[in-house]
């Protein structure tokens, strides 16, 4: 048999369209993209951008650190981010008054309005989204959801990462 051969269809082999991480990584750039298009056009904002204003929205003060944690960012891309919304007046850089090393963001009064006017269009699009899921269908996705974060986190430890 030609080793180079496609998989027969047996239990090894990987079939993307049916692989969970790759389903909820095009499920979550799918979902993300659409949803940008709400801030994106009418307050041309980006989507690191909006994970910022929506994390300091949340919780703030917070350094880059933190919204990169938060938002499963890499540090550059907060760091652009932080760099727009801080040039637009939307956000705040202090240094900490206890360490002259870290940097403290918050919303600005400006940023805070922006924040306040995408939120409820932000939750009626997500409330749109799951309309098509019934009580039950949502509940069972939120459990299945944070299930399935802890367990990824365990094994993110187990792996030492």
Same mark, same amino acid.
């Given at each position: 048999? =030609? &080793?180079? $051969? ?13 692989? *969970? ?13 659409? %949803?940008? +298009? ?7 904002? +980006? ?8 994390? %300091? ?19 550059? /891309? ?6 727009? *919304?801080? #040039?637009? @007046?939307?956000? +705040?850089?202090?240094? =900490? ?18 924040? &306040? ?13 799951? #309309?098509?899921? @019934? =009580?039950?269908?949502?509940?069972? *996705?939120?459990?299945?959801?944070? /299930?399935? &974060? $802890?367990?990824? #986190?365990?094994? /993110? @430890? #187990?792996?030492?990462?």
């Amino acid at each position: 048999m =030609d &080793q180079a $051969a496609p998989s027969s269809g047996k239990d090894d082999a990987l079939v993307l369209e049916r692989f *969970l991480p790759y389903r909820l990584a095009v499920l979550a750039h799918t979902v993300s993209g659409a %949803l940008s +298009t709400i801030y994106r056009d009418r307050f041309d904002l +980006t989507i690191p951008e909006w994970r910022v204003l929506a994390n %300091l929205g949340r919780e703030e003060p917070s350094s880059s650190n933190r919204l990169a944690e938060r938002g499963s960012m890499d540090k550059a /891309k907060v760091s652009r981010a932080v760099a727009r *919304l801080t #040039e637009a @007046g939307l956000i +705040t850089r202090e240094t =900490d008054s206890r360490d002259n090393r870290l940097i403290v963001l918050r919303l600005s009064k400006r940023g805070r309005s922006v924040y &306040q006017r995408i939120a409820p269009l932000a939750l009626a699009w997500e409330a749109d989204l799951l #309309e098509g899921l @019934g =009580d039950e269908e949502r509940a069972a *996705l939120d459990a299945a959801l944070a /299930k399935l &974060q $802890a367990r990824a #986190e365990a094994l /993110k @430890g #187990e792996a030492g990462g």
